[in-house]
């Protein structure tokens, strides 16, 4: 093979990935239901049981098969899951509420934090990491608060932040 042409590969090459990653996609799923966007990003709507959320998965190079089934996992676990997060949100950000962004409003209650968690969206990235986004009104200045866990449906491994 001649220099020229082996440029040209070499330089053609991450092109050639990139209209491969760019490709449209739908798949349904009996869990997640329908998804669409592309082999790097599915988006989607869910429902189980806490009104419509936002579902995005990245395969993070994983198999998208594999994201998705690890989706489908974590939505059958959605209802458990999210109490245990608003759990730790309230464990981890109530005091720096209390602390740092109360501003001339009573301290609020583990209860009455936990209550203003309003679960929007769920992110789910690779087949570990899981993240859920709460909108929590104006509690801090309008930023959302999210808990992201490291080891999959099992949640040992969180971190909350705004």
Known sequence: MNFG???????ARPQMQKDIASQAMEVIDPVV??????SAELHG???AGLGELKLVV???GQPMEAS????ASFVQHLS???????EYATK?????YNDSWRTGAQTLTPREFCSMLQLSDVEITGVELATLRYECGDLFGG????????????FHELQAEL
Do not use: Y
Not at 68 to 71: E, S, T
């Open 68 to 71: 998705i089934q690890f989706a």
């Open 33 to 38: 239901g329908r998804l669409s966007g592309t």
């Open 5 to 11: 042409r082996r440029l040209f590969q070499a330089l």
């Open 45 to 47: 709507i869910i429902n």
């Open 143 to 154: 930023h959302g608060v999210s808990v992201t866990s490291f080891d999959g449906v099992s």
């Open 58 to 60: 990245w395969p993070d």
């Open 80 to 86: 458990a899951l999210n109490l245990r997060c608003q």
């Open 92 to 96: 981890q950000l109530l005091p720096v």
